[in-house]
């Protein structure tokens, strides 16, 4: 009777505690055990830090969205970081393409021999449509005082054909220029597909199931009708 009673309030009392609770009744010898401090298994490998997988979607977006073992949504992420850098690269090597095919074609056709870069404002003069020469534009000049600004030396002069080949590498330079643009736009599209990476690793760990690694504390009493004692299991997680 003693033993009945003895039973019945072990259960009651491991029952109403606020901890993850179970009793098994056995017929065999149970050893008391006490666990706090070791994880399981599954813990150890299923542990997952969101702010980690924030930090990694700044390196590469998707990376956190892997480590997390969201598959799919890395896979997009991954598959956008591609698209925009392939974008960025091809714009920006064409517009450098572009570049250097109109200065080659001005030596061609404006006989600009510059045996040094005179810089980008150069290039842009040479091809207004207001100056077909540098004659032109040192006159220009000039008249309104900024003598300073003539273009003097033998590698720095030039003249257009005619109009039609000043207008085509005014094109060309043109094509250049919005090349450019679009790889700044790519490059953008890579700076918003980290933060939007960043910030949905941070909604999916803190709504899903990532983070398995919580404290907790399990309990687990034994009791051994065969010898009539009663043993404790102990396990923590923290």
Request: charged share 25%.
């Amino acid at each position: 009777m003693l033993l009945k009673i003895i039973l019945f309030l072990t259960i009651i009392t491991f029952y109403t505690v606020p901890l993850h609770a179970q009793v098994v009744v056995e017929e065999t010898i149970t050893t008391d055990t006490v666990d706090i401090f070791t994880r399981g298994d599954k813990d150890r490998q299923g542990r997952r830090f969101p702010k980690l997988a924030m930090l990694m979607n700044l390196v590469l977006p998707g990376l956190g969205h892997q480590y997390l073992g969201d598959e799919k949504r890395a896979m997009v992420y991954f598959s956008t970081e591609a698209l925009l850098v392939f974008g960025m690269v091809f714009s920006e090597s064409y517009s450098n393409k572009m570049y250097r095919n109109s200065k080659s074609y001005a030596w061609r056709y404006a006989d600009t021999k510059c045996t040094k870069d005179p810089g980008n404002e150069y290039w842009k003069i040479i091809g207004s449509k207001y100056y077909m020469s540098y004659k032109e534009f040192n006159n220009e000049m000039e008249l309104i005082g900024e003598t300073d600004m003539k273009y003097v030396e033998p590698d720095e002069i030039w003249y257009w054909e005619s109009e039609y080949y000043q207008e085509t590498y005014r094109e060309m330079r043109e094509a250049a220029t919005s090349f450019h643009v679009v790889s700044s736009f790519f490059l953008g599209g890579m700076i918003l597909n980290r933060v939007v990476s960043f910030i949905d690793a941070r909604i999916a760990s803190k709504y899903d199931t990532y983070q398995t690694g919580r404290n907790e504390i399990e309990i687990l009493p034994y009791y051994s009708l065969n010898d009539k004692e009663v043993g404790v299991s102990i396990t923590g997680n923290f």
